[in-house]
């Protein structure tokens, strides 16, 4: 009994001592679990900015995930791009719970025009030395507006109490082409814009769209258009440590101080979506596809020409479907051809030929309205396709149309109406020479030997023949 009294009072004492800790464990571990080590997404962006760069981006932000994501990082160097992928790059930055930062390295780079805006939008725009950014015309503006005398840039500078020039600013510059005006004035709102909400310069941003004036990085800095100059991203991660950055309203403090990083790279459908979307691939793709599906309908049957003529136009509409496509260019191609089909059908002494390869050119040059320098279809890929559609659909289809007149040489249909000689005499059946071959034959008039017999019908093996008329004497 008094055995059994102690071993209660220690089972007390026990779970009275033991009972805080095993209480205490669970709220370790929790804090464990709900801190786990952040890291750095590093995406890039290099070339010309189009579908396939706005896809790999978006899709690459939906991934960070803000528990475990402490920054996305991404490497810009960038002549510019398309205006509808930019701003799709723009509104998923504006839209990402995590804060992302554009790094324009390594010395030497740029971020131009299209680049210039993703940068203003980042949370932090960073450069590297030896790099600039601006630039940020829409291309669209006729060069001839950017001259001398221009009055977008024909403005007097003055001091900005630094020892630097800035432009005065006019207040309602004067641009002779209304469609011109309405595509600067919507860049300078939506630049402004993008300044104002990341507390950058502002009037800097509408110069390098009005004027397409631009800054080297130490520039760029005393103008506080960037936030941040850094030899490289360890220096970069150094400078950001301890950084406040508005996220979607909210303040947050960057800790990227032993900051793990994770390259995320295209993938297969980024990869194919970049070739597709070159505008010479895509104008390749659209015109196999038209020649396949033209075979096809010409010799059914063949299958091999539609269905890869099917394949080539589906992958075209589809990089169309994400292309700044002139329609009408598109349609002076369908036209065009049309017009060489039926020079191959209806000769017209080239009229409509020459027709069709004028509006076929004419159709080429203007159906990519991208305005990109770079970004267009090859002038060379155009002479060239040009002549292989000539050839192929007015001569080719041609002598092919031409050649179904021509009498039947083979076969069955050919025997009809032929001429063969007698090798026997006979009344009813014998046997006959036709084309090297002897054949059984059948008349209903009796036949001499040597005589000359017309095959009027087959039967089975067996020729349905009849003598040969003698001419009547007039």
Request: hydrophobic share 45%; glycine share 8%.
């Amino acid at each position: 009994m008094i055995k059994m009294r102690i071993f209660s009072v220690l089972l007390t004492m026990y779970l009275t001592l033991a009972m805080p800790a095993l209480a205490k464990d669970p709220v370790q571990q929790d804090n464990i679990t709900s801190h786990p080590p952040h890291m750095a997404l590093m995406l890039q962006i290099e070339g010309i900015i189009g579908p396939a760069t706005a896809d790999y981006i978006t899709r690459s932000l939906k991934k960070a995930d803000p528990a475990t994501t402490e920054l996305i990082l991404i490497r810009m160097d960038t002549p510019g791009g398309l205006d509808l992928s930019m701003r799709e790059i723009i509104k998923k930055i504006i839209a990402s719970p995590v804060p992302v930062i554009t790094y324009v390295a390594p010395g030497g780079s740029r971020a131009a025009s299209a680049g210039t805006y993703i940068l203003y939008a980042s949370h932090i725009a960073a450069m590297a030395p030896a790099t600039n950014l601006g630039a940020a015309t829409p291309i669209q503006m006729s060069p001839g507006r950017l001259g001398k005398d221009n009055p977008l840039t024909d403005k007097p500078d003055v001091d900005d109490g630094s020892g630097g020039k800035v432009e005065k600013k006019t207040q309602h510059p004067q641009i002779e082409d209304p469609m011109n005006r309405k595509m600067i004035n919507d860049a300078v709102a939506y630049i402004r814009g993008l300044a104002e909400m990341r507390g950058r310069n502002a009037d800097w941003a509408e110069q390098a769209v009005r004027s397409a004036a631009s800054l080297s990085a130490e520039e760029a800095l005393k103008k506080g258009v960037i936030d941040i100059i850094a030899r490289d991203e360890a220096d970069l991660f150094q400078q950001l440590d301890g950084r406040r950055v508005d996220i979607l309203g909210m303040q947050k403090t960057l800790h990227t101080s032993g900051l793990l990083t994770q390259e995320i790279e295209p993938d297969w459908r980024n990869r194919l979506l970049e070739v597709i979307t070159n505008p010479n691939i895509a104008y390749i793709l659209m015109l196999i596809g038209i020649y396949g599906l033209i075979f096809e309908f010409s010799n059914p049957g063949a299958v091999l020409p539609g269905t890869v003529g099917a394949i080539c136009l589906l992958l075209a509409l589809f990089a169309f479907q994400v292309l700044p496509i002139n329609y009408a260019g598109f349609a002076l191609i369908i036209f065009g051809i049309a017009l060489m089909t039926a020079e191959a059908f209806a000769p017209s002494f080239g009229v409509l030929g020459l027709g069709g390869v004028a509006s076929f050119v004419i159709g080429s040059v203007i159906l990519i309205d991208t305005g990109v320098p770079g970004y267009g279809i090859d002038m060379g890929l155009i002479a060239g396709f040009t002549v292989i559609t000539a050839l192929l659909f007015i001569l080719t289809l041609g002598l092919v149309f031409k050649a179904r007149k021509n009498p039947v040489v083979a076969g069955k249909e050919e025997m009809l109406g032929a001429m063969a000689t007698a090798l026997e005499d006979f009344e009813r059946e014998g046997r006959v020479r036709i084309h090297s071959e002897i054949w059984n034959a059948r008349s209903d008039r009796p036949v001499q030997q040597g005589e000359r017999l017309k095959v009027q019908a087959i039967d089975g093996l067996t020729l349905i023949v009849h003598p040969e008329e003698s001419e009547v004497q007039t």
